[in-house]
């Protein structure tokens, strides 16, 4: 089994609609979760950084962790033609230990 | 602050060519990375440094070497270059907080491709 589970998609939604996008993990120790976006052809880009369990909210952008059940998500409102990316997930336990990464999910958002 | 550069963007080798990809980061980060991306199985850690003089295996390692002699350079050196180095190299760094460090920056890419 995979530390961090992530469907890679792809996620076709039309402009303007709700877009969830989820990872799972297995490692209860981690408690840092990260979000990044990676246009085409480009590096990653941190987009959203939470610790522990809760909501962060930034802008269009809301990622939620629950630890019970360790799920995350990342929520986009108003989703719009240019948030079409691969969003990977990110996690670490914390300390100096490494960041494992998701797999990352292709959306696409048609106009 | 021009982040985390690398050099070159694309590469085309031969097998059993060597060559070094250049990483340089001017945010003053003292924990830099090596990453590959393939389709399908997402970033895998090659090799990372928590400083000038200190790096360390990743997931990854063989058939690539490092260096750090410097804060803001960390190069990715390829030896005897195999088609299972075909990839997409990601360079990052991060900072440390007082509870560790992990959001990293990373550069655009290079793209190697091996024949």
């Known amino acids: 089994q995979k530390e961090v589970e992530q469907d890679p998609g792809p996620l076709s939604v039309p402009e303007g609609a709700i877009v969830s996008l989820n990872c799972t993990y297995s490692?209860?120790?981690?408690?840092?979760f990260m979000w990044y976006r990676q246009y085409s052809r480009k590096g990653p880009e941190l987009l959203m950084y939470t610790y522990s369990s809760g909501n962060k909210e930034d802008g269009r952008f809301t990622a939620q962790v629950d630890k019970s059940s360790k799920y995350i998500s990342l929520f986009i409102r108003d989703s719009q033609p240019s948030d079409s990316a691969t969003y990977l997930c990110?996690?670490?336990?914390?300390?100096?230990?490494?960041?494992?990464f998701g797999i990352g999910t292709k959306l696409q958002v048609i106009p | 602050n021009a982040g985390v550069t690398q050099t070159p963007k694309f590469r085309i080798l031969k097998i059993g060519q060597s060559m070094t990809l250049q990483c340089t980061q001017d945010m003053n980060h003292n924990y830099m990375y090596w990453y590959r991306q393939d389709p399908g199985m997402g970033l895998k850690l090659i090799y990372y440094?928590?400083?000038?003089?200190?790096?360390d295996k990743g997931e990854v390692p063989n058939g690539y070497n490092v260096s750090r002699s410097t804060t803001e350079d960390f190069p990715l050196r390829l030896e005897l270059a195999a088609p299972s180095q075909t990839s997409v190299y990601f360079c990052?760094?991060?900072?440390?907080?007082?509870?560790?460090?992990?959001?990293?920056?990373f550069g655009p890419g290079t793209r190697l491709t091996v024949t």
């Open positions: 440094s928590v400083g000038a003089g200190i790096t």
């Open positions: 490692n209860s120790a981690f408690q840092y």
């Open positions: 990110a996690m670490n336990s914390g300390g100096y230990q490494k960041v494992t």
């Open positions: 990052a760094s991060s900072y440390s907080r007082e509870r560790g460090t992990y959001e990293q920056y």
